[in-house]
């Protein structure tokens, strides 16, 4: 995921976009945060299983240096640590917003039940909860499936008082812009099988001169 002052810019792929046109200011900076998706474990593909970035970063053909480096472990992840740094809504791109966290509050008001998180409004992330102890609940990739709602069984909600946090780590495109949007919601059934919904992650273009940047 390529951004550029927080601004994202595209998404490189191993299978798909490998370049992309950008436009550099001096003293911009630039983040790349790379994924881990899992490892081929079937066929040819699994003896050309590379993982991250595993070549130079360059930009108009000069490679990049002087990156800073540092891993992000989602398990690790406080909610009292977005205390003074939260935005009211993402930054966004056309239909592309920046990698973030999302935290709400959930009352339980009785004993809770075996229950399923929907994702379908939602891009690409995980999802954590968090009442006495941090729990990962799993990623979701609902456009393309097949698992749209996560399963979320009981020991993983705490009733009131204890106050539940609902953390979302989303990579792609969040439902944000506006507080009413910016919801999830619990069903008491599963959704496999399914894609609701595939965006376009096409980026506004500038009227700049562009150089490309390859990873």
Same mark, same amino acid.
């Given at each position: $995921?390529?951004? *550029?002052?927080?601004? !994202? ?10 370049? %992309? ?8 900076? *630039? =983040?790349? /945060?790379? #994924? ?26 000069? *490679? ?7 891993? /992000? ?11 003074? +740094? $939260?935005? =009211? ?21 009785? #004993? ?19 009442? &006495?102890? %941090? ?7 609902? $456009? ?5 709602? /996560? $399963? ?8 009131? !008082?204890? +106050? ?12 944000? =812009? ?6 999830? #919601?619990f069903v008491d059934q599963a959704l496999i ?15 700049? &001169?562009?150089?490309? *940047?390859?990873?």
């Amino acid at each position: $995921y390529l951004m *550029i002052n927080q601004v !994202p810019q595209g998404i490189f792929d191993r299978n798909g976009q490998k370049t %992309m046109n950008i436009t550099l200011k001096v003293n911009e900076t *630039i =983040d790349i /945060l790379v #994924e881990n998706m899992g490892h081929i474990g079937f066929g040819s593909e699994m003896n050309n299983n590379s993982k991250g970035l595993i070549s130079n970063v360059t930009f108009g053909g000069s *490679i990049l240096t002087g990156w800073s480096i540092f891993p /992000l472990t989602v398990e690790n992840f406080k909610p009292s640590s977005l205390s003074g +740094i $939260y935005r =009211d809504k993402p930054f966004r791109n056309g239909n592309l917003t920046t990698p973030s966290f999302y935290v709400g509050k959930l009352h339980v008001p009785k #004993e809770p039940t075996d229950t399923f998180l929907d994702m379908s409004a939602w891009g690409k992330g995980q999802n954590l909860i968090m009442s &006495s102890s %941090m729990i990962n609940v799993g990623r979701y990739w609902p $456009y393309v499936g097949p698992q749209v709602r /996560l $399963y979320v069984p009981k020991p993983f909600l705490a009733p009131s !008082p204890t +106050i539940n946090y609902i953390i979302m780590f989303e990579l792609e495109q969040a439902p944000c =812009d506006t507080a009413d949007k910016c919801t999830v #919601e619990f069903v008491d059934q599963a959704l496999i099988n399914a894609t609701p919904h595939k965006p376009n992650f096409e980026r506004e273009e500038t009227k700049f &001169s562009r150089k490309r *940047i390859s990873v």
